[in-house]
């Protein structure tokens, strides 16, 4: 009987610390199509349009976007809105201590961010993809909103005319004899410019163009590795024809 007690216990110990340690929501998975030209431009026209007013990226240079494809003109042209040249650092366009008297906290630097945030939940493109989903309306909040993934964040929803205004919907759950709210869902209050499915695509295409600014060698690293795969495949056949044709009048 002591045996089977113990056992319980240390069942539910278990499934308390698994619950404890994911913290939060489930993560949605991120597209990551990173080496989608077409997905990747399109998230750097968000990136540009949006996340600079406040966020920096200060590993990255414009003319860096010609490695996605887009020519100097259109960088000059299109993506930089600041008197920032081509072959600067993409800087925000608000100092960081005006980041913090407004928004109460500092907006990080972007440049590494898809790979800073990866935790139990998944990695830091999913934590990224659901993060800039989960906006929702708090009127206790100084923005006027929250986050299912950040509670009490400083940023507000730079989105909310795309997505529209939603609600979030917690429930009270008791979990090994606490009182917890567990995160149940969206309630749309307003409609957005886009659907749904327009949204997610818009932030997919700015997550995968996060993850590729965090690493933008990276698709040149895996064309690479594909060719020192095919280079291997070809060069251990050679040597096993060779190798037959050595043996051959041997055996
Ligand atoms: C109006 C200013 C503003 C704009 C525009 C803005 N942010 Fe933020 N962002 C903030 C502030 C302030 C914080 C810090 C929040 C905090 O620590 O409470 C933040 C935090 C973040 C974080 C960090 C979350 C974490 O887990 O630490 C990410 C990621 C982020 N922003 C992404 C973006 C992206 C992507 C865009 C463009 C779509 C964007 N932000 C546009 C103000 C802004």
């Known amino acids: 009987m ?3 007690i113990l056992g319980l216990s240390v069942a539910a110990g278990l499934s308390l610390s698994a619950f404890a340690n994911t913290g939060g929501p489930a993560w949605d998975k991120a597209p990551g199509h990173i080496t989608d030209q077409t997905s990747l431009q399109n ?3 968000t990136f540009t349009t949006y996340c600079l007013n406040c966020h920096g990226a200060a590993y990255m240079r414009y003319n860096r976007l010609r490695d996605i494809g887009f020519t100097l ?4 042209n299109e993506l930089v809105k600041t008197d920032a040249k081509v072959g600067d650092t993409m800087t925000s366009a608000i100092s960081a201590s005006e980041g913090k008297a407004w928004f109460g906290n500092n907006p990080p ?9 990866a935790g139990a939940n998944g990695t830091g493109a999913d934590y990224l993809y659901t993060y800039l989903r989960g ?5 206790a909040s100084p923005t006027g909103w929250n986050n299912i993934v950040f509670p009490n964040v400083g940023m507000p929803h730079v989105f909310w005319e795309l997505q529209g205004s939603r609600k979030a919907v917690y429930e009270e759950e008791e979990v090994g004899g606490q009182k917890v709210h567990v995160f149940k869902g969206f309630e749309q209050l307003t409609p957005g410019t886009m659907t749904t499915e327009q949204y997610d695509q818009t932030v997919g295409d ?3 163009y996060l993850q590729w600014m965090g690493e933008p060698v990276q698709t040149t690293r895996r064309n690479l ?3 020192v795969l095919i280079f291997l495949a070809g060069f ?7 190798n037959k044709a050595f043996w051959k009048d041997i055996k």
Do not use: E, H, M
């Open 43 to 45: 998230g750097a026209r």
């Open 135 to 139: 906006f929702y309306r708090d009127s």
């Open 206 to 208: 700015l997550v995968n």
């Open 236 to 242: 251990t056949f050679v040597t096993w024809r060779l």
């Open 225 to 227: 590795g594909i060719w």
């Open 73 to 76: 003109d259109q960088i000059k």
């Open 109 to 117: 630097d972007l440049s590494v961010i898809a790979r800073s945030r």
């Open 2 to 4: 002591k045996k089977v």
